[in-house]
C-alpha cells in the first residue's frame, strides 16, 4: 500500500521559512514518476505549488517562483519543499502528491498545515 506523510508544517511569521518533507513507502518513486506539492487554503480549491514532472523536470506555480525550491532524495523515497520569504497568503494545508509513470493511480498525503502570521 503507497502512503505518502508530510510533516515540517507549522506556524511562522511572515518573511520565515519552512522545510516540508514527503516520506513515501509502499513503493519506489523514480526520477521518471510524477511527485510533488499542492496547497488548499480555506474556501480555495486545492493548487499545484512546484513538482517534479516526468523526467524530473521541475514546475512551479507562478506565486512560488524564486521563493519555493522542490527538491527529492531518491535514496530516501521523499521530496522536500523549501519555502522561503513565506507570506500570509502561503497561509494552506501543503499536501504531497504522486502518480507512477504509465499509471493512472494519483496518490495524496494527509496534509501539513502552514500557517504564516502577518
Known amino acids: 500500500q503507497v502512503q505518502l506523510v508530510e510533516s515540517g508544517g507549522g506556524l511562522v511569521q511572515a518573511g520565515g521559512s519552512l522545510r516540508l518533507s514527503c516520506a513515501a513507502s509502499g513503493t519506489t518513486f523514480s526520477p521518471i514518476d510524477t511527485i510533488g506539492w499542492y496547497r488548499q487554503a480555506p474556501g480555495k480549491q486545492r493548487e499545484l505549488v512546484a513538482t517534479f514532472t516526468y523526467a524530473g523536470i521541475t514546475n512551479y506555480a507562478d506565486f512560488v517562483k524564486g521563493r519555493f525550491t522542490i527538491s527529492r532524495d531518491n535514496d530516501k523515497n521523499t521530496v522536500y519543499l523549501q519555502m522561503n520569504s513565506l507570506e500570509p497568503e502561503d497561509t494552506a494545508v501543503y499536501y504531497c502528491?504522486?502518480?507512477?509513470?504509465?499509471?493512472?493511480?494519483?496518490?495524496w498525503g494527509q496534509g501539513t498545515q502552514v500557517t504564516v502570521s502577518s
Open positions: 502528491n504522486a502518480k507512477k509513470w504509465g499509471q493512472s493511480q494519483y496518490y
